[in-house]
Nanobody
């Protein structure tokens, strides 16, 4: 599986961005998909995840109510709609694909495949 993320950019605080991630391969619907982020000098952290069928979704507390993850299995795409952006959302955002139980959907260890980061910068 190869993943290609896009949609990052510079936005003012309070604004919105939509990240997209295109996956290669014919078994996209069998993978959990997730977004993680890493700010300069900080560890990579979980942002949001969605199960293969879309029936299970999980968010980090810091983005709950502001970000929405979704997927289109017919297009091999996963999205992250980010609203009410804050300066602390500034980071490189990575999409990831993996398999495993629903209980591990927030863990980096669940995800075998990673895309390149797309940079989100929120100016205050």
């Amino acid at each position: 599986v190869q993943l290609q993320a896009s949609g990052g950019g510079l936005v003012q605080a309070g604004g919105s961005l939509r990240l997209s991630c295109l996956a290669s391969g014919r078994t996209f619907s069998s993978y959990h998909m997730a977004w993680f982020r890493q700010a300069p000098g900080k560890e990579r952290e979980f942002v949001a995840a969605i199960s293969g069928s879309g029936s299970v979704i999980s968010y980090a507390d810091s983005v709950k109510g502001r970000f929405t993850i979704s997927r289109d299995n017919g297009k091999n795409m996963v999205y992250l709609q980010m609203n009410s952006l804050k300066s602390e959302d500034t980071a490189a955002y990575y999409c990831a694909a993996g398999t495993g139980g629903y209980g591990t959907i927030r863990s980096t260890y669940t995800y075998r495949y990673w895309g390149q980061g797309t940079l989100v910068t929120v100016s205050s």
